[in-house]
């Protein structure tokens, strides 16, 4: 098994993870080792199963976040840093010393790789290669972009400090596109929470009230069992013709949750952020609720129910 060290992750079998990850999904299978040999075949079983889940991908949805606010800061940054460079270049100092002498600002999450660019071009590495791994050391479609062009431009030479002016207007025009959007979008973001919601309450009102009309259906049904009847539903509702009870009708209503909670995670992410990544943790969120809920519903409304 290779582990390489790169950024604070490790990568296992090629997959990049960090010490908390590990933890977390050892805790998970802890938990769930255990849950397996003390609760199974009891509703304590999933609800204990779903919270080993929920901590297993929690340090996964905290990565994301942070991942998603350093790329922020980094685009915003490189703002400030772009508008720098344009300073420099126009007092006529030319761009691989105008890097050296921005690289002592601070710019934040942006400053190793600044301080990284800046030490390539003093070791005299062309000024088109280091800017081609300043962009691919961020990562970020916005920045690539603005890198390319400047590396470009200052390839085929002319007016550079235009060319720098027009690309600080351009990704400053980006940025205020994306937070416009994120604030035109957050209506949307916060309908798609409370669809997922009422989803959940259908589901636990179909498992609990509607499901179980079946046993009043059979007091005033002469010779025919609850057992009958809920098995006919679920023939009516596509399966076998063989007697299905209660709970195995209502077993795939945690599958549609979980399905309905990630996908739907996923086109809020697109839609506020303009990318599917993000939208994994909006995923976690509704897939850890979704799981909470169902599985609590059965330990807890249940165990009521029975009282």
């Known amino acids: ?7 604070k992750r490790l990568k296992i079998l090629g997959f990049p993870i960090n010490k908390a990850e590990i933890v ?11 849950d397996f040999i003390f609760f199974r075949g009891t509703n304590l079983f999933y609800f204990i199963a779903g919270i080993a889940i ?21 685009e915003t940054m490189f703002l400030e840093f772009s508008r720098n ?11 691989s010393r105008a890097i ?15 301080i990284k660019l800046a030490n390539q071009i003093s070791l005299g590495i062309p000024i088109k290669t280091a800017f081609e791994t300043f962009a691919r050391d961020l990562n970020s479609q916005t920045i690539s972009r603005a890198i390319t062009i400047i590396s470009e431009s200052q390839k085929a030479g002319g007016q550079i400090e235009n060319i720098l002016d027009s690309v600080v207007s351009s990704v400053s025009q980006i940025e205020k596109l994306k937070k416009e959007r994120r ?3 957050y209506n949307l973001v916060v309908q798609g929470y409370i669809i997922f919601f009422i989803f959940i309450m259908i589901m636990l009102i179909m498992e609990f009230k509607i499901l179980p009309i079946a046993k009043g259906l059979s007091e005033s049904v002469g010779g025919v069992s609850d057992q009958q009847i809920i098995g006919e539903l679920g023939t009516s509702l596509g399966g076998t013709g063989k007697t299905a009870t209660a709970e195995q009708l209502t077993r795939p209503f945690l599958w549609f949750l979980i399905v309905q909670g990630f996908f739907t995670g996923l086109v809020i992410g697109k839609l506020s952020e303009g990318r599917i990544r993000p939208g994994l943790k909006h995923s976690f969120i509704l897939v850890t609720i979704a799981i909470l809920i169902n599985t609590g519903s059965k330990v807890f409304i249940s165990g009521a129910l029975a009282g």
């Open 1 to 7: 098994m290779k582990i390489e060290f790169k950024d």
């Open 100 to 114: 050296l002498n921005v690289k002592s600002k601070d710019y934040g999450e942006l400053n190793p790789y600044v």
């Open 85 to 95: 460079l344009v300073e420099n270049v126009r007092a006529g100092t030319p761009i």
């Open 183 to 185: 604030s035109a979008i």
């Open 54 to 74: 929920v901590i297993a991908g929690f340090p996964f949805f905290l990565y994301l976040i942070f991942e998603t606010n350093s790329l922020r800061e980094k």
């Open 24 to 34: 977390g999904l050892i805790i998970a299978l802890l938990i769930i080792v255990s």
